[in-house]
């Protein structure tokens, strides 16, 4: 039996080739989305629980208070002291390791110097994490200060080959290192990325600000493990008022994070986690869901609108003494046939798509043959999707009374009401508009943001990294490129000018009240030109100049700021900074300095010279190209042991809005396919509905309807179909895309059109779709229909 | 083998009743060749079905080799198609997409009849109704008097003790339909099976050993054939 019902589902198949295409098609791309979304979410889910401690690894986070003791924000860095004092007091913290942000450290050895990703740490950091050596003792890898581990890519990049354990490394241009490790690539779903490790203790002896205890100043990451007893939350009520008994000036409390809750639980509201991209994933999830569920309607729809030609099948079989469960089972089978080839088509579109998919998510999936994790998740799709779209065609099927589908007299509801299958694809469509406003949405929310001006002019403004000999040679770079006149203006300053990176209260101004020193300004130090290289406005006063002595100690306060300090005379007023006096020389138009989509902070730009980045404006008379090789090689000649790095602003701009510019592709991407499977569904479904309509199209033709009344006349009832899930969809749509907006403090408005725009598209795809089949239907000579009857 | 009392089907509309079937009561035994005729509409078809449970009477009795059919559940007249009923159709009904002798094979499956059996058994049918060169061609190869025989030899297959058969030969010519009412004669005298046919023509009817007439729903007459 299963055998023969094997046999006529395949002839089955091949009879209808067009409704196999469509149903294998359509189901192939519904399951290759989801597979996608699957493989992604299961990467995100992967984050950080590759190590065999995971579930025991913490971070050190700060839940920073006010005076009342109210959580204000919520920080990943924790002071340099917090590991040894965690150490000492709880026997339950097995140990830990202090790790520095990531940063590009320049690496050199004869032949070759770049920079690498590089993280200083404690050598038990190699304890915390266990990496995979390829060379190198990882319980000794980095107790020598002058030591440091490569990953294989890395070692691959300085020296060709991966085997260059004792190989020595030109570290920073300051010191030789050994290399005393090389390890595998770490996955890229992991929180505590580099490319190289080097140790604390070199740290501390490169700079001065580490050595010093300091339970003031939180900069660095603080993991440790806990006894695999230990439990988190009693752990966790011990480290109240913690910080407070070492500092007693310090308004904050420590608390311990899982590392493997990091990555998707991260966001922070009040001290407590609220999600973070978990919240994306799930809705990547449900993405993937609705998609594969569309793609299932498709088939649910074709195949029971397919009955008159298997309704004669149904009965005979009946009257043979088949049983309902005979059936039910000849047909899941069916579907399972279907889900399986398409299944197979689709991975063999993931091996295709899954590159792009990568390049456009920035990440690194990489569908693994040999795990059976993928295979199972496979298996599972395919039962779950061959049981879902076989189960309504299949009962509603085998439910046929043997004489009327005998007699070919099956009737379907006429009328207002619903039947399932237009439920079906009122749901279908109803999704597709959903994304369709989504996508819309985002890309206005994107441009939005892209048009705020940013208060200053990002033409031909460049950054580079001011390191190595361009401290002590600042004034000998800068007199030669302005010479060169490749650049008609630059300056030094602490950060860039695109990145928020520091923030500073507790300034004090004539009238403030005591809650005012919590305001947190956003602080650049600079030296001179950084208001005219980036061509920033000056409301009041003037920029620091070099002609007063004075400007040594003054300040440059933002529009915003002397509206925070509800200064009536700013310029010339005396500001308390960092416990002494500053006067105010100038005001500037506020610029956006934070993301772009949340309001804008109050700014202090200070003079002093402790500098990160060097800005400069590269001379619009001469071609981007020619200025930019000019620059490059009075950057060499100054400063011959770096690699030349240059940015350009407008592109550090630009990937501040990654994440939305994510959200905008997945969302056009999969909105796109969606439609693309459900107007599948829709041609399949006016076919068969033409085809069983054709008598009637034959009749009307005779008694002298045009083709355009006809093609009217067949097109109604799912024109009707798609103006109910307009209908339903769009307050929706709203509803969700109003929710999302809230996310941000600056946002684009919803409006109207947005809404008929979505509407109108969807009515235009979905007539067009029709009309191949009405139109071919109204063409037809009448006589080949009738003549049969 | 058959026993009807006071068979009614009425279909109401509006409270307004339509009789289709009224107060049939007959009995068919084991071998008989009983014919139904009668004009358009006057509800042999209905009585057929109702014969052959495929539809239920509005009221009334229908025994089936001493078993209350109205009584029965799903199961157990599944279980009759399989074992005791054999039908044959105006329009043949063969599943297009099987060929001659998976049709014929098909009620065996559902009989789960072992593979070796199933295959002699075709075999033999095959060979007995001349088909041997046909059994891996398709319905719609075949003409309509050779798809009416393939009918026939899926009916027969499964050794039912009755074929009901709804005017078998009405898609055919007279050659053909000749050689079909044969057929059904042979079984019935040769092999002692019980054959029920609704027909228009009076030849046909004559084949067997006895004719109902039905008009209005009603039985006018019951006559033996000599």
Redesign the interface.
Known sequence: ?FK?NL??AL??LF?NKVYAAINIGGLAVGLTSCLLLMLYATYEWGYDKQFKNSNHIYQAMINLQDKNGNVIRTIEQSQNVMLDALKQEFPDVSYGARSTSSYKRLVANDEQSLKLQSRYVDPDFLKVFDYEFISGNPAKALNDPNSIVLTATAAKKIFGKTDVLNEKIRFENQVDLKVTAVIKDLPSNTTFGFESLTTWTLYENLNEWPKQPSWGSHDYHTLVKLDEKADVASFNLKLKGFVRKHFANANEDVFLYPLTKLHLYGAFVNGQSTGGNINQMRLFVGLAIGILLIACINFMNLATASTQGRA??I?????????RT?LVSQFMLESFILTLLSILLSIIILEFTLPLFNQLLGIEIVFDYLNPINWTLILVVLILTGFVAGSYPAFYLSGFN??QS?KKSLNFKKGYALTFRQVLVVVQFSFSIILIAATITIYKQIQFVKNTPLGYDTNGLVEIPHEGLLYSKFNVLKTKLLSSRAVISMTQSSGSISNKNSTIRALGWDGMNESDKLIDFDQIYTTYDFIKTANIKLIAGRDFNEKFASDSAALLLSKKAVEVMDLKNPVGASILYQGAKRNIVGVFEDIVWDNPSKNTAPMVIAFADISDVITMRLNPEKSLSESVGLVTSIIKEVNPNFPVEINFIDNLNESKLKNERVLGTLANLFGCLAIFVSCLGLFGLSSFSTAQRIKEVSIRKILGASVGELMTLLSASFVKLIFIAIVIALPIAYYVMNNWLQTFELRTALSWWLFVLTALLILVISVITISWQTYRAAKTNPVDALKYE | MIELKNIEKYYANKGVKSYILRHVTTSIKQGEFVSIMGPSGAGKSTLLNILGMLEEPTYGEYHFMGEDVTAMKERQRIELYRNHIGFVFQAYHLIDEMTVAENIEAPLLYKKIPGAERKSRIADILDRFNMVAKKDLFPNQLSGGQQQLVGIARALVAQPSIILADEPTGNLQSAQAEQIMDLFKKLNQEENITILQVTHSEKNAQYGNRILTIEDGVIKEDVTVK
């Open positions: 039996m023969l046999k006529i002839r089955n009879k004669k099948e009965g005979v079989k009946k009257t043979m003494g088949a049983t005979n043997v004489i005998l």
